[in-house]
């Protein structure tokens, strides 16, 4: 099980921005493999770190990471991956705004950077889910459109970086010549451009390719929530990474079945005679039908309680109830022998409404539903 990230960054929930990058900071430093040479429990402690600090720092992803954990962004079955997707270029791009310019973007602290990984761009589509979908978990299979490197381009060493993928920028100041390093106007970072293409190809030597991708979908997930399947965005030129793609879930609105977070809500409409007399009732639920037993008498406004078959809580956490409100239907039209009945039966003591004391009122039962 992944380690919470405050526990990695020794912070607490409520730690600001400024909080998050101090800790952060402090973490690369002691677990910087330049500083721990060979040291794999070291370089694991900083790819965390960093994974950590990467989703803690961004205010959306800490928002969702706050709500959902880990889940929110790797659901099970291999949504980013190991750390977040995160790979050591990724993690060294962090640098430039977590120790300034003159460790911009290299692969370590001992000053220049150097060429780095280019990385794709993402790709964005939305998945439609059932509610059945949603309370079981499901794979699914769709068709993205996407760039890669066309077969037969190659490409030669960039000559305004030499290679480097940064180009260095010495200014004059009242307190001496001082060197930044940027990235490379010319090859983007990558240290490498264009040398010859196929024909087929764009300008940066990429045609577009139809894909099969297989996204695994967790149980429990919400609607408008995003996952991530690393490395199947757009590829870059060069020596890059491809970019990943991101899922956005949208919930199908079900025909029975309301969801209220983990709850299922189902309205259930009985007639009078029912009421009066009881009975079995099947109802739908999210993995199948359910029968539930009405007592005699039972009254309009009753709410049944069926213990977790709700949606999974996407943490592990269980399973949320299904809420069966109970209507009983008042029939609007009576023959002459039907509403001879009725009148006949206005002032039985049986017909005059005794609500007792273990009857809860509509708000009682509001509060019920909601604690």
Known sequence: MKKDFYEILGISKGADAAEIKKAYRKKAIEFHPDKNPGNAVA????KAAAEAYEVLSDPQKKAKYDQYGHQAFDG???????????????????????????FGGGGGFGGGGGQ???????????VKLTLEEIANGVEKKVKVKRKVQAKGVSYKTCSTCNGQGQVMRVTNTILGRM???????????????????PSEADSQG???????????????????MQLK??????????????????????????????????????????SFSEAVLG????????????????????????????????????????????????????????????????ENNLENENFIPHPEKSDKSFFEKVKDMFS
Request: one cysteine or more; aromatic letters at 6%; charged letters at 25%.
């Open 43 to 46: 370089e694991e402690n900083f």
């Open 76 to 102: 099970s079955g291999g949504f980013g991956g190991g750390h977040g997707g995160m790979n050591m270029d990724d993690i060294f791009s962090q640098f430039g705004d977590i120790f300034g310019s003159a």
């Open 116 to 126: 780095r990984r280019v990385k794709g761009t993402n790709l964005r589509i939305k």
């Open 179 to 197: 060197q930044s390093a940027s990235t490379c106007p010319t090859c983007g970072g990558s240290g490498q451009i264009l040398d010859k293409k």
């Open 206 to 224: 990429m045609v577009m390719e139809d894909e099969t991708v297989t996204i695994k979908i967790p149980a429990g997930v919400v609607d408008g």
């Open 229 to 270: 399947v690393s490395n199947k965005g757009n590829d870059a030129p060069g020596n890059s990474v491809p970019g990943d793609l991101i899922v956005a879930i949208e919930e199908i609105e079900h025909e029975f079945l309301k969801r209220e977070g983990e709850n299922l809500h189902y309205d259930l409409y009985i």
């Open 279 to 342: 009975i079995s009732k099947d109802i739908s639920a999210v993995n199948g039908k359910v029968r539930i037993k009405l007592d005699e008498g039972i009254q309009s406004g009753k709410i049944l309680r069926l213990k977790g078959k709700g949606i999974p809580n996407i943490n592990g956490y269980g399973n949320g109830d299904l809420l069966v409100h109970v209507n009983v239907w008042t029939p609007k039209t009576l023959n002459k022998e039907q509403k001879q009945f009725f």
